[in-house]
Nanobody, 114 residues
Framework: QVRLVESGGALVQPGGSLRLSCAAS????????MGWYRQAPGKKRELVAT??????TTYADFVKGRFTVSMDNSWTLYLEMNSLKPEDTAVYYC?????????WGQGTQVTVSS
């Protein structure tokens, strides 16, 4: 079992920056990969970025060059978001995968608007 708690969501102007955090607790040493997903109103949840415990990262095309995913030694996953656009508005969810079992956090709202 893994518990994921996201934080850092906020209202930000277009072009601004935010850093999301996801604190993992529980059976963290069994985690194979962690990632960020997002879901905008009326749309399906979509992949934003992932990071394996080996350090391999993947990004959705729409965030390449703007977002960076990282992890610290306390198993906190970060998403650094720059050059934010109104279309980045969504609830951002943290995900962890342990032996094919998927865990989700509760989500944090990011709103990009002037």
């Amino acid at each position: 079992q893994v518990r994921l708690v996201e934080s850092g969501g906020a209202l930000v102007q277009p072009g601004g920056s935010l850093r999301l955090s996801c604190a993992a607790s529980g059976s963290i040493f069994s985690i194979g990969v962690m990632g960020w997903y997002r879901q905008a109103p009326g749309k399906k949840r979509e992949l934003v970025a992932t990071r394996s415990t080996g350090g391999v990262t993947t990004y959705a095309d729409f965030v390449k060059g703007r977002f960076t995913v990282s992890m610290d030694n306390s198993w906190t996953l970060y998403l650094e978001m720059n050059s934010l656009k109104p279309e980045d508005t969504a609830v951002y969810y943290c995900q962890a995968v342990i032996r094919s079992v998927v865990y989700w956090g509760q989500g944090t709202q990011v709103t990009v608007s002037s």
